[in-house]
């Protein structure tokens, strides 16, 4: 006994395989993975690698200065460079948009109302010489079968641009906390130094005082006055070039804020309650998630390989599905019955036949990109590596300078006291004095610049290690309330 089966039409298995291919979501093209990096287990020069980094701080508890923490704040919400990575963030959201919007199907409307002789619906049409009245009006329907994934890399690209669009305003972020934290010390610095050339110009006018009063007796000498004289020039000379650095670096920190050039308020402090009591730097790995340069680097790289196959999609035919509902009559007279209803389903197919190389040139114009954008990807990386490396050798050797000078200020403070007490004893000449106070001056300057350079390298380390860009509604707490990575 024979089995007979109910023959399927021709385009069933056509229609089945490609409705299974859909619904599958495959696409054409390569599928994004990440770059491997050959990422050391610790940074260089450092003893072991810890699970918490200075980075995991947010920014107002490692600048813990009142007047410091306000003009970040301020600068936060008026910088230009910030606002302005905002509104490409926002066009890049909407970009993102446009590109989803294709997986959706597009509708729209239309209508005809004419009357004229030898015409219809507003075209001419021989119809012996009769004025007649038409009128149509449909709604139509598009929408393009994303069979090969050409709309789904296109979102991918887009939204991978979004993300970097976004990393990127990260990145100026923090690069603004640098920026306004850098001016801020040095603004500290300025004013130390102030302080000091102010207060040698007050000691070398004593001394000055003095010799000329010995000369004009008698019991002095021209050399001891002249080089007294030298150094009091020599003080005073840097006052005005202190103050001028001063107002410049106002002036800088002003714009940073979003404000006119003014006066920046500021807290006298010590350099040394300022720096923090231990910076870890973390592990190495941590920069590939936490580094907003290095993030958007990736996303970049993503919407590269994202490009690639969309270009791959373009070898193939574009399939699409169109619809229209509506009324159309010759007549107006007709509009209204049933006769002028009209509609329709088709599908079309579109695709390149020869193209004369153009669709081979763009395939290998978007790996050439997506291999830039890999290698881009690599380079960040490793300058983000090079940039803590660098920072945390300098943090040591600054260290070591800053005890030898501050050794050095002390030894020449009391050279100064011994050789004003010989004086006064009537052991020792004045001029004594006067040579011990011109050493001490240029070591006190070089002390207050090394200790400003311990700061200014605190905030590199921190912006080389990717911290400071979190917002403080998503404070993530201490380094007690952490997760190891």
């Known amino acids: 006994m024979k089995c007979r089966c109910a023959k399927s039409p021709w385009y069933a298995g056509p229609l089945l395989a490609l409705s299974f291919a859909w619904l599958a979501g495959c696409a054409v093209g390569p599928n994004y993975e990440r770059p491997t990096v050959n990422a050391p287990g610790t940074f260089r020069d450092q003893p072991a690698a810890t699970s918490t980094s200075i980075a995991d701080l947010n920014w107002w508890q490692v600048y813990q ?6 003009l970040i704040r301020e600068a936060l919400a008026n910088n230009y460079d910030l606002r302005i990575a905002v509104t490409r963030v926002e066009q890049a959201r909407a970009v993102a948009m446009q590109a989803r919007s294709q997986f959706v199907p597009s509708v729209g409307y239309s209508g005809v109302i004419s009357r004229g002789r030898n ?3 507003d075209s001419p049409i021989s119809n012996g010489g009769a004025t007649v009245n038409s009128a149509s009006t449909t709604l139509n329907a598009l929408w393009e079968v994303d069979f090969w994934g050409r709309i789904r890399r296109l979102n991918e690209s887009a939204r991978a641009q979004f993300l970097a669009t976004e990393e990127a305003r990260r990145g100026v972020r923090l690069s603004l906390l640098s920026e306004v934290a850098t001016d801020y010390f040095r603004l500290l610095e300025l004013d130390q130094e102030l302080e000091i050339a102010s207060s040698t110009t007050t000691s070398f006018a004593e001394s000055l005082k003095i010799f000329t009063q010995r000369l004009n007796g008698g019991t002095g000498s021209a050399l001891e006055t002249s080089r007294a004289e030298a150094a009091l020039d020599d003080a005073a000379g840097a006052i005005p070039a202190i103050k001028e650095e001063i107002t410049i670096t106002e002036n800088e920190l002003s714009i940073l804020l979003g404000r006119n050039p003014g006066r920046i308020e500021r807290t006298p402090t010590s350099f040394a309650d300022m720096l923090p009591p231990q910076v870890p730097a973390g592990l190495p790995s941590a920069l590939l998630e936490r580094r907003p340069d290095v993030l ?11 490009q690639v196959g969309e270009s791959v999609a373009e070898f193939f035919p574009r399939i699409g599905l169109t619809t229209f509902l509506g009324k159309i009559s010759p007549q107006l007279s007709t509009f209204r019955q049933g006769a002028a209803n009209a509609w329709g389903v088709g599908a079309d197919a579109t695709g390149p036949l020869f193209e004369g190389g153009r669709l081979v040139g763009q395939y290998r114009a978007a790996k050439a990109a997506r291999d830039a954008a890999r290698l881009g990807y690599q380079q960040t990386v490793l300058n983000a590596l090079g940039e803590v490396s660098d920072a945390l050798i300098t943090r040591e050797r600054l260290g070591e300078i800053r005890d030898q000078q501050a050794h050095e200020v002390t030894a020449l403070e009391q050279a100064t006291r011994l050789s004003t007490e010989r004086y006064r004893a009537g052991q020792a000449s004045y001029y004594e004095v006067l040579e011990a106070q011109q050493e001490l001056f240029p070591a006190q300057l070089n002390l207050a610049r090394t200790q400003r350079d311990q700061l200014l390298n605190i905030v590199a380390l921190y912006k080389a290690l990717g911290g400071g860009w979190q917002e403080e ?13």
Do not use: H
Request: hydrophobic residues 35%; charged residues 25%; without cysteine.
């Open 65 to 70: 200065d009142a007047a410091l923490q306000g």
């Open 119 to 121: 015409e219809l619906f």
């Open 296 to 306: 958007e680097s990736e996303q970049l790289l993503r919407s590269a390989n994202a």
């Open 473 to 485: 509604a998503k404070s993530t707490g201490a380094f007690s309330e952490k997760k190891p990575q």
